[in-house]
Protein backbone atom coordinates (compact mmCIF):
# COMPACT_ATOMS: atom_id res chain seq x y z
CA UNK A 1 0.00 0.00 0.00
CA UNK A 2 0.90 3.47 -0.97
CA UNK A 3 1.43 5.80 2.00
CA UNK A 4 1.16 9.41 1.05
CA UNK A 5 3.57 11.38 1.18
CA UNK A 6 2.80 15.50 2.11
CA UNK A 7 5.91 17.82 1.47
CA UNK A 8 6.30 21.20 2.34
CA UNK A 9 8.93 22.91 0.00
CA UNK A 10 9.75 26.21 1.87
CA UNK A 11 11.50 27.74 -1.35
CA UNK A 12 14.00 30.65 0.12
CA UNK A 13 11.81 31.28 2.86
CA UNK A 14 12.25 31.25 6.39
CA UNK A 15 14.72 32.63 8.51
CA UNK A 16 15.85 30.07 11.34
CA UNK A 17 14.11 31.69 14.29
CA UNK A 18 11.03 31.28 11.82
CA UNK A 19 11.66 27.75 10.32
CA UNK A 20 11.46 26.66 14.33
CA UNK A 21 8.24 28.44 15.24
CA UNK A 22 6.78 26.71 11.99
CA UNK A 23 8.11 23.32 12.97
CA UNK A 24 7.41 23.41 16.46
CA UNK A 25 3.76 24.17 15.39
CA UNK A 26 3.85 21.44 12.79
CA UNK A 27 5.41 18.71 15.43
CA UNK A 28 2.64 19.97 18.28
CA UNK A 29 -0.13 18.88 15.51
CA UNK A 30 1.85 15.92 14.57
CA UNK A 31 1.59 14.37 18.25
CA UNK A 32 -2.17 14.25 18.01
CA UNK A 33 -2.27 12.98 14.48
CA UNK A 34 -2.88 9.72 13.75
CA UNK A 35 -3.92 9.31 9.61
CA UNK A 36 -1.58 6.92 7.99
CA UNK A 37 0.99 9.76 5.99
CA UNK A 38 4.57 10.55 5.76
CA UNK A 39 4.87 14.47 6.62
CA UNK A 40 8.05 15.84 5.20
CA UNK A 41 9.30 19.90 5.07
CA UNK A 42 12.02 20.75 2.64
CA UNK A 43 13.98 23.51 3.97
CA UNK A 44 16.98 26.42 3.21
CA UNK A 45 20.25 24.93 4.00
CA UNK A 46 20.40 27.91 6.99
CA UNK A 47 18.13 26.05 9.01
CA UNK A 48 18.31 22.58 8.42
CA UNK A 49 20.70 21.90 11.51
CA UNK A 50 18.42 23.70 13.74
CA UNK A 51 15.40 22.03 12.65
CA UNK A 52 16.90 18.29 13.09
CA UNK A 53 16.86 18.89 16.88
CA UNK A 54 13.20 20.37 17.00
CA UNK A 55 11.77 17.39 14.90
CA UNK A 56 14.05 14.87 16.29
CA UNK A 57 11.82 12.30 17.78
CA UNK A 58 8.71 13.26 16.12
CA UNK A 59 6.89 12.09 12.47
CA UNK A 60 8.03 14.12 10.60
CA UNK A 61 10.99 13.82 8.27
CA UNK A 62 13.78 16.60 7.26
CA UNK A 63 14.58 17.37 3.63
CA UNK A 64 16.64 20.11 1.40
CA UNK A 65 15.59 21.78 -1.57
CA UNK A 66 18.83 20.75 -3.73
CA UNK A 67 22.27 19.19 -3.14
CA UNK A 68 25.53 19.00 -5.77
CA UNK A 69 26.42 15.83 -7.39
CA UNK A 70 30.14 15.64 -6.17
CA UNK A 71 30.83 14.47 -2.57
CA UNK A 72 33.19 17.29 -1.66
CA UNK A 73 35.71 19.67 -3.44
CA UNK A 74 36.33 22.65 -4.95
CA UNK A 75 32.49 23.45 -6.01
CA UNK A 76 32.40 27.01 -3.76
CA UNK A 77 28.86 27.94 -2.64
CA UNK A 78 27.29 24.09 -3.24
CA UNK A 79 26.28 21.79 -0.41
CA UNK A 80 27.20 17.59 -0.95
CA UNK A 81 24.57 14.43 0.12
CA UNK A 82 27.46 14.27 3.03
CA UNK A 83 26.78 17.37 4.49
CA UNK A 84 23.49 16.47 4.19
CA UNK A 85 23.55 13.34 5.81
CA UNK A 86 25.61 14.89 8.34
CA UNK A 87 23.29 16.80 9.87
CA UNK A 88 20.68 13.54 9.44
CA UNK A 89 18.33 15.30 6.46
CA UNK A 90 15.74 12.33 5.17
CA UNK A 91 15.21 13.52 1.77
CA UNK A 92 16.49 15.87 -1.22
CA UNK A 93 14.33 17.64 -3.61
CA UNK A 94 16.03 17.27 -6.86
CA UNK A 95 14.71 18.75 -10.50
CA UNK A 96 12.22 21.33 -9.39
CA UNK A 97 11.40 23.45 -11.97
CA UNK A 98 12.80 26.39 -10.32
CA UNK A 99 16.00 24.76 -10.49
CA UNK A 100 15.51 23.50 -14.53
CA UNK A 101 14.63 27.11 -15.18
CA UNK A 102 16.77 29.50 -13.34
CA UNK A 103 19.70 27.52 -12.76
CA UNK A 104 19.48 25.84 -16.28
CA UNK A 105 19.55 21.86 -14.53
CA UNK A 106 19.67 19.74 -17.12
CA UNK A 107 18.08 16.12 -16.72
CA UNK A 108 21.96 14.71 -16.96
CA UNK A 109 22.90 16.35 -14.29
CA UNK A 110 19.85 15.63 -12.18
CA UNK A 111 20.24 12.15 -12.96
CA UNK A 112 24.65 12.64 -11.38
CA UNK A 113 22.77 14.18 -8.57
CA UNK A 114 19.93 11.21 -8.11
CA UNK A 115 22.86 8.84 -8.25
CA UNK A 116 24.48 10.55 -5.48
CA UNK A 117 21.82 11.08 -3.26
CA UNK A 118 20.72 7.41 -3.35
CA UNK A 119 24.43 6.80 -2.89
CA UNK A 120 24.07 8.46 0.44
CA UNK A 121 21.11 7.43 1.56
CA UNK A 122 18.92 10.35 0.76
CA UNK A 123 15.84 9.85 -0.55
CA UNK A 124 15.41 11.99 -3.92
CA UNK A 125 12.35 13.54 -4.52
CA UNK A 126 12.64 14.08 -8.39
CA UNK A 127 10.74 16.53 -9.72
CA UNK A 128 8.76 16.53 -13.57
CA UNK A 129 6.44 19.08 -15.44
CA UNK A 130 5.46 20.85 -18.50
CA UNK A 131 5.24 24.32 -19.00
CA UNK A 132 2.77 25.87 -20.38
CA UNK A 133 4.16 26.00 -23.75
CA UNK A 134 4.65 22.34 -23.98
CA UNK A 135 0.92 22.24 -22.69
CA UNK A 136 -0.25 24.21 -25.44
CA UNK A 137 1.63 21.87 -27.75
CA UNK A 138 0.03 19.02 -26.61
CA UNK A 139 3.58 17.84 -25.36
CA UNK A 140 3.00 17.04 -22.11
CA UNK A 141 3.55 13.37 -21.87
CA UNK A 142 6.67 13.23 -24.02
CA UNK A 143 7.95 15.42 -21.98
CA UNK A 144 6.90 14.25 -18.50
CA UNK A 145 8.44 11.01 -20.67
CA UNK A 146 11.49 12.06 -21.12
CA UNK A 147 12.50 13.77 -18.08
CA UNK A 148 11.66 10.34 -16.56
CA UNK A 149 13.87 8.33 -18.60
CA UNK A 150 16.89 10.50 -18.66
CA UNK A 151 16.48 11.47 -14.83
CA UNK A 152 16.14 7.94 -13.75
CA UNK A 153 19.26 6.37 -16.44
CA UNK A 154 21.19 3.66 -15.37
CA UNK A 155 19.23 3.53 -11.75
CA UNK A 156 19.10 0.21 -10.83
CA UNK A 157 15.80 -1.32 -9.91
CA UNK A 158 16.88 -1.84 -5.96
CA UNK A 159 17.03 2.05 -5.37
CA UNK A 160 13.44 2.40 -6.59
CA UNK A 161 12.08 1.94 -3.52
CA UNK A 162 14.08 5.19 -2.41
CA UNK A 163 12.81 7.47 -4.78
CA UNK A 164 9.80 9.31 -4.70
CA UNK A 165 8.27 11.43 -8.48
CA UNK A 166 6.86 14.72 -8.17
CA UNK A 167 4.54 15.82 -11.14
CA UNK A 168 4.43 19.75 -11.44
CA UNK A 169 3.32 21.37 -14.00
CA UNK A 170 5.59 24.51 -14.35
CA UNK A 171 2.03 26.06 -15.55
CA UNK A 172 0.68 25.51 -12.48
CA UNK A 173 3.11 26.25 -9.58
CA UNK A 174 2.57 29.65 -7.14
CA UNK A 175 0.32 30.61 -10.30
CA UNK A 176 -2.73 29.89 -7.82
CA UNK A 177 -3.82 27.88 -11.31
CA UNK A 178 -4.11 24.37 -10.33
CA UNK A 179 -4.35 21.54 -12.55
CA UNK A 180 -7.80 20.32 -12.27
CA UNK A 181 -7.33 16.93 -10.48
CA UNK A 182 -8.27 14.86 -13.16
CA UNK A 183 -5.77 16.51 -15.46
CA UNK A 184 -3.28 15.56 -12.65
CA UNK A 185 -4.01 12.13 -12.47
CA UNK A 186 -4.00 11.66 -15.86
CA UNK A 187 -0.29 12.71 -15.90
CA UNK A 188 0.44 10.67 -13.03
CA UNK A 189 -1.02 7.51 -14.19
CA UNK A 190 1.28 7.59 -16.96
CA UNK A 191 4.14 8.46 -15.24
CA UNK A 192 3.21 5.23 -13.62
CA UNK A 193 2.92 3.63 -17.08
CA UNK A 194 6.53 4.98 -18.09
CA UNK A 195 7.42 3.33 -14.53
CA UNK A 196 6.16 0.16 -15.50
CA UNK A 197 7.68 -0.11 -18.66
CA UNK A 198 11.27 0.66 -17.05
CA UNK A 199 11.26 -0.99 -14.16
CA UNK A 200 8.00 -3.75 -13.90
CA UNK A 201 4.48 -3.51 -12.21
CA UNK A 202 5.88 -4.13 -9.02
CA UNK A 203 7.82 -0.77 -8.69
CA UNK A 204 5.39 1.22 -10.56
CA UNK A 205 2.33 -0.09 -8.16
CA UNK A 206 4.54 1.05 -5.33
CA UNK A 207 6.64 3.54 -6.29
CA UNK A 208 5.43 7.33 -5.03
CA UNK A 209 4.11 10.11 -7.07
CA UNK A 210 3.44 13.24 -5.73
CA UNK A 211 1.06 16.38 -7.26
CA UNK A 212 2.36 19.86 -6.94
CA UNK A 213 1.03 23.53 -8.23
CA UNK A 214 -0.59 25.98 -6.14
CA UNK A 215 -2.34 22.63 -3.81
CA UNK A 216 -3.86 24.55 -0.47
CA UNK A 217 -6.20 23.10 2.04
CA UNK A 218 -9.24 23.75 0.14
CA UNK A 219 -7.86 21.70 -3.28
CA UNK A 220 -6.10 18.62 -0.98
CA UNK A 221 -9.15 16.38 -0.56
CA UNK A 222 -9.80 16.35 -3.91
CA UNK A 223 -6.61 16.24 -5.50
CA UNK A 224 -5.84 13.11 -3.31
CA UNK A 225 -9.00 11.14 -3.92
CA UNK A 226 -7.83 10.40 -7.52
CA UNK A 227 -6.51 6.89 -8.14
CA UNK A 228 -3.14 7.63 -9.09
CA UNK A 229 -1.88 10.66 -6.28
CA UNK A 230 -0.14 9.62 -3.87
CA UNK A 231 0.86 12.85 -2.38
CA UNK A 232 1.26 16.71 -2.62
CA UNK A 233 4.60 18.87 -2.55
CA UNK A 234 3.41 21.91 -1.45
CA UNK A 235 5.34 25.58 -1.94
CA UNK A 236 3.37 28.68 -0.80
CA UNK A 237 0.49 27.02 1.58
CA UNK A 238 3.68 24.87 3.57
CA UNK A 239 4.57 28.21 4.86
CA UNK A 240 1.75 28.76 7.22
CA UNK A 241 1.09 26.18 9.55
CA UNK A 242 -2.54 26.11 9.72
CA UNK A 243 -3.21 26.01 6.32
CA UNK A 244 0.21 23.22 5.66
CA UNK A 245 -1.73 21.28 8.68
CA UNK A 246 -5.14 21.20 6.65
CA UNK A 247 -3.13 20.15 3.73
CA UNK A 248 -2.01 17.08 6.02
CA UNK A 249 -5.31 16.49 7.15
CA UNK A 250 -7.09 15.98 4.39
P1 LIG B 1 3.15 26.10 -5.00
O1 LIG B 1 4.59 25.45 -5.27
O2 LIG B 1 2.42 25.16 -4.08
O3 LIG B 1 3.44 27.43 -4.36
O4 LIG B 1 2.47 26.24 -6.32
C1 LIG B 1 4.74 24.07 -5.44
C2 LIG B 1 6.20 23.74 -5.69
O5 LIG B 1 6.88 24.53 -6.34
O6 LIG B 1 6.71 22.71 -5.22
Same mark, same amino acid.
Given at each position: ?R ?15 E ?7 L ?8 K ?19 L ?16 S?? !????? %?A??L??? =?V ?6 ? /? *?????F ?12 T ?9 L ?9 E??A?K ?9 G??D?N??Y??N ?16 A ?6 E ?11 ? !????? %? ?6 ? =?G ?6 ? /? *?I ?7 G?LVG ?15
Amino acid at each position: MRVPLIAGNWKMNNTIEESLDLANNLVEFSKKFDKNREILICAPFTALHALKKVLNGSKIKLGAQNMHFEESGA !YTGEI %SAVMLKDI =GVDCVIIGH /S *ERRQYFNESDELLNKKIKTALKFNLKPILCVGETLEQREANAEKETVRSQIINGLHDINIEYLKNIVIAYEPVWAIGTGKTATSKQANEIISYIRSVIKEL !YGVNV %SENIIIQY =GGSVKGSNA /S *EIMAESDIDGALVGGASLKADEFIKIINY
